[in-house]
Nanobody, 125 residues
Framework: QVQLVESGGGLVQAGGSLRLSCAAS????????MGWFRQAPGKERELVAA???????YYADSVKGRFTISRDNAKSTLYLQMNSLKPEGTAVYYCANRRYYAAGPTLGPDEYNYWGQGTQVAVSS
């Protein structure tokens, strides 16, 4: 079993920044792929960014150049630095863990095995 706990969400004005964190426990964090997803009201959960066990990073086109995913294996923590936030970024953001090493832009929610409870991000215009 893997336990994931997100933090860092909140309310921010358009153009602002937030840094999300995801603390992991219960498994060798460094050996598996991780991802950030988001789900807005009435919409499907979508991949925002993912990182493989060796640090290969992937981003949704909508966040490229503004968001950065990173992992600190020593702290078993995943991060998402979000800059230049837009109102359409308002959603619940989830951290997720895969049972496999690889990550990729086409791997959807069904390819991930463990999820955090989510953290709310609200971007005002």
């Amino acid at each position: 079993q893997v336990q994931l706990v997100e933090s860092g969400g909140g309310l921010v004005q358009a153009g602002g920044s937030l840094r999300l964190s995801c603390a992991a426990s219960g498994r060798t964090f460094s050996s598996y792929a991780m991802g950030w997803f988001r789900q807005a009201p009435g919409k499907e959960r979508e991949l925002v960014a993912a990182v493989s066990w060796i640090g290969e990073m992937y981003y949704a086109d909508s966040v490229k150049g503004r968001f950065t995913i990173s992992r600190d294996n020593a702290k078993s923590t995943l991060y998402l630095q979000m800059n230049s936030l837009k109102p359409e970024g308002t959603a619940v953001y989830y951290c997720a863990n895969r049972r496999y090493y690889a990550a990729g832009p086409t791997l959807g929610p069904d390819e991930y095995n463990y999820w955090g409870q989510g953290t709310q991000v609200a971007v005002s215009s």
